[in-house]
Structures are given as C-alpha cells and as structure tokens.
C-alpha cells in the first residue's frame, strides 16, 4: 500500500500572500474550486444558465478574438513543437450541480483555444478552459493560456518528485513523512529547474546550478587529461552529475533519466559534505 500525503500537505492556501491557482484533471470540473476562485479544466460540455445550449456548442459559436502561438514541449505522444491557436473567449454561467444548489450558478469566463495549420501526422490541440479569473481583453486572455501552459513543467516536477526522488516509497507517518517530503520537494525543484536550464539554456554558466563547493567537488572528480577540455556550462554540469549516478559517458546521444540524475546529485551531495568536513579539519 502507497503512503498517503499527510494532512498539512492539503492546503498550503494560508501560506502564501499571492494567488494561489487550482488546475484539475481533464475528466472533472471542481466547482467548489470555482466559489473558491480557482482557475479549473472544463471538458465536460456542461448546462448553461439562461442559455438554450451548452458549454461547447455556446463557446466554440463566439468569434475569434485573437491568434496566439504557444510552445508545445516533448511528451511521450508528440515531438516539440510550436502551435498556432485560435482563441475565443466569453462570460458564462453554469448551472450547478444538485449538491451545490444552494450555492446559485457558477458566474465564470470560458475560453476556447484550437490549434490551426496543424502540422502532419499531429492531432490538434483542442483547450476548454474556465476559471474566475476576469478574461476581458486579448492580455488577460493570453495570461491564462500561459499559466495552463505551466500544466506540463508541473507534471515533469511530479515525475520528478515520484520516479526520481521515489516520494511514494518512504514508509513514514504524520510529522516525519511532512518533514521527509519538504526535503524531497525542495531537491525535486532543483532538479526540475537543473533540467531546464540543461533543455533551455545548456551553453549557460554552470553557476546558475551549482555552488561553489559543487564545482570544485566535480573539477575533482574528473580525470586530470579531460580538465583541460571543460568549460564550465549547465551542460557539463548536469552531465558531470548524471556520471555520479551510473550515467555512461560514451552513450552521449541518449537523454540523462530522471533516476541517473537524482542518484547523482545525492552523491554530489554526500561528496560535498565530506569536502566540508576535510576543510574544517584544516
């Protein structure tokens, strides 16, 4: 059996001065998140208040306010590419469900975005977003594209935090398992953030992702014949690292997985403080 999050993690609302937003699954429609003013995913073609339609004939009717490119990165169904969208957008109201009777009708903003000039061999990228957010004008619109476009950096943090750091294999309680998880959250952010640089950015300075005592610990862990030939980027940086973690030098066309890179950095991590202590003992 999976250990469950513990109850702190539920809600970290209270924790936070900024705006906190929700996003759902693409099978649901939370309205308790909506009274909350949440941004959410509306799939589902739902009933609309003083409408004779529903959401999707209603919303995909309204005229194309804007066009929008949005980066689409990797996934495990499609290369990486860039997509041209048609955006519309409008006010809606949905009608609640019976256990929220009581709660009147969801006053919200709808906005559709479908990709046009879809490449071969693509399926289109089809987006019914609705959120309580105000959407009025084509910057507000284009924000909230943005936001959900951070859905897939959340997932590979996820990915990260699950298959990486193996949060779900620790067999811990209450306050030990919340104090566990802060550790693992923070190191997953890292990684997440060393991994993009390395996507994004990979000529960059290595000092965006590491320390100084990060460096000096993987200058001397590398063979003296190859110190000459290292430039100090975010790409010797993650690869140094993932060779920590089992990663084969000689196998460069193949990507560095989540795994290699999480062991790699937790012995970079044990290296360093055992550099530390070697200098404290000076």
Request: hydrophobic share 35%; charged share 25%.
């Amino acid at each position: 059996m999976k250990p469950r999050l513990p109850k702190p993690f539920s809600d970290f609302s209270h924790y936070f001065s900024t705006t906190l937003l929700a996003v759902g699954d693409t099978t649901y429609l939370d309205y308790k998140k909506i009274l909350e003013k949440r941004d959410d995913y509306g799939p589902h073609n739902r009933c609309l208040s003083g409408e004779s339609s529903y959401l999707w004939e209603y919303v995909t009717s309204q005229k194309v306010q804007f066009i929008k490119e949005v980066f689409l990165p990797e996934t495990k169904k499609r290369k990486e590419r860039t997509a041209t969208l048609e955006v519309r957008y409008c006010p809606i109201s949905i009608n609640p469900p019976s256990r929220l009777k009581k709660s009147g009708n969801f006053n919200v903003y709808a906005l559709f975005a479908t990709e046009i000039n879809v490449p071969d061999g693509c399926e289109p990228i089809t987006w019914m977003l609705l959120t309580s957010e105000l959407v009025t004008t084509q910057a507000e619109a284009s924000q909230i594209l943005r936001w959900y476009t951070y859905r897939w950096r959340i997932e590979e943090y996820h990915k990260i935090l699950k298959s990486g750091c193996k949060a779900e294999s620790y067999r811990l309680a209450g306050e030990s398992m919340s104090t566990m998880l802060g550790f693992l959250t923070v190191i997953a952010a890292q990684l997440l953030r060393m991994t993009y640089l390395h996507r994004n950015s990979p000529h960059s300075s290595a000092e965006l992702v590491l320390t100084k005592i990060q460096m000096d610990v993987l200058l001397a862990s590398t063979p003296p014949k190859q110190k000459k030939q290292i430039q100090l980027t975010v790409d010797w940086a993650i690869r140094a690292i993932a060779r920590l973690g089992g990663y084969l030098e000689h196998r460069k066309n193949s990507p560095i997985g989540i795994q290699v890179l999480w062991r790699g950095w937790l012995e970079l991590e044990t290296l360093c403080q055992g550099w530390l202590l070697h200098e404290n003992l000076k």
